[in-house]
């Protein structure tokens, strides 16, 4: 199966198609490693990283392991992405050695610059717009809730977001649209997201039928069966002076048992580091309601079913 990717820079640079195909790889792969141990023999993959991380570090690291290839860290001691030295040119110098590139940076631009002069597939490990990689492997997560009589249906499924407008909820929404899935944002005033993003949302989610509600009301979430949520204050946004005023003005979201109660909702998604008693109460966190282990895993599985794409 080709699913013909050159990248994996940013959810809407996918089809549906595409996303359904990469979904179910991701579960052949879960469910079969052994037929891909050796997809990436003789490869190596340079990640890079800007950021913190211990999901997306070890989910590659030891996915790339599990695919039969190298994966090497690169964290900050070059210094800061085109700093040091040119974005275009750590994409050539790393291009010479590496089969591909995996980077979490600051800028999106970055990630764009790299794909652009890089001569080797590049994949967007978190940046300050996107974070696919995430939404993939959330959907992942939802194709294995939502199967019935081993019929998946996402088009049946609500999912509503509430917190920051951020990376997370971009590519969540971004995927949701492009796959047909009813999607609520529930974004604070002063917190929403992007009005390129959701115009982009609006025209997708026009093409494949999804229903679309953004709304910065918490008492307009609707009916749902998945909440998703996410830190208040995203890497690189942190200012210790704020942090008392953000999380006043979150207080109302935070996503708790008497929130999953009038939604109606019984499964409730994060992609870590939660912030206990934050965006998410602990009980909640901890409860048999949440699914957040289960989407960790299943990053490892979506990451190895964009390689595993990139190289057949
Ligand atoms: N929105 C968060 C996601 C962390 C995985 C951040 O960018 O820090």
Redesign the pocket.
């Known amino acids: 199966m080709s699913i013909q990717l050159k990248n994996f820079l940013a959810d809407d640079e996918l089809n549906k198609n595409q996303l359904l195909a990469l979904i179910e790889l991701a579960i052949n792969i879960k469910n079969n490693p052994a037929d891909y141990s050796q997809v990436l023999a003789g490869k190596s993959v340079a990640m890079i990283f800007e ?1 913190p ?1 211990l ?2 570090h070890v989910s590659f690291d030891m996915g790339i392991n599990k695919l039969g290839g190298h994966a090497l860290y690169l964290g900050q001691q070059n210094g800061k992405l085109g700093e040091r030295e040119r974005v275009s040119d750590y994409a050539k110098n790393l291009s010479r050695f590496s089969d591909a590139i995996v980077a979490r940076v600051f800028s999106h631009d970055s990630i764009q610059g790299l794909a652009e002069h890089a001569s080797v597939p590049v994949i967007n490990a ?1 940046c ?1 717009i996107y ?1 696919p990689c ?1 939404a993939l492997a959330d959907f992942v997560t939802l194709t294995e809730l939502f199967t019935k009589d081993k019929v998946a249906d996402l088009s049946k499924v609500k999912l509503a977001y509430i917190g ?1 407008g ?3 909820s971009n590519s969540l929404m971004i995927m949701a649209a492009i796959l047909g899935v009813d999607f609520t944002l529930v974004t604070p005033v002063g917190y929403e997201a992007e009005t390129s993003i959701i115009e982009k949302t609006q025209a997708l989610a026009k093409a494949s039928g999804a229903k679309l509600n953004i709304t910065s009301d918490i008492n307009n979430i609707g009916v749902q069966d998945v909440i998703y949520t ?2 208040w ?5 942190e200012d210790a002076s704020k942090k008392a005023a953000v999380l006043a003005h979150f207080a109302p979201y935070q996503v708790n048992h008497a929130l999953m109660e009038n939604t109606e909702a019984s499964v409730v998604m994060h ?3 939660a912030h206990l008693e934050e965006e998410i109460t602990t009980e909640l966190f901890d409860s048999d309601m949440a699914v957040v282990f289960q989407q960790a895993e299943n990053r490892m599985w979506a990451q190895n079913a964009v390689l595993v794409s990139l190289f057949t």
């Open positions: 950021k991380s999901r997306t978190l300050d974070h995430q920051d951020n990376n997370v996410d830190t204050i995203s890497m690189g946004d992609c870590q580091p």
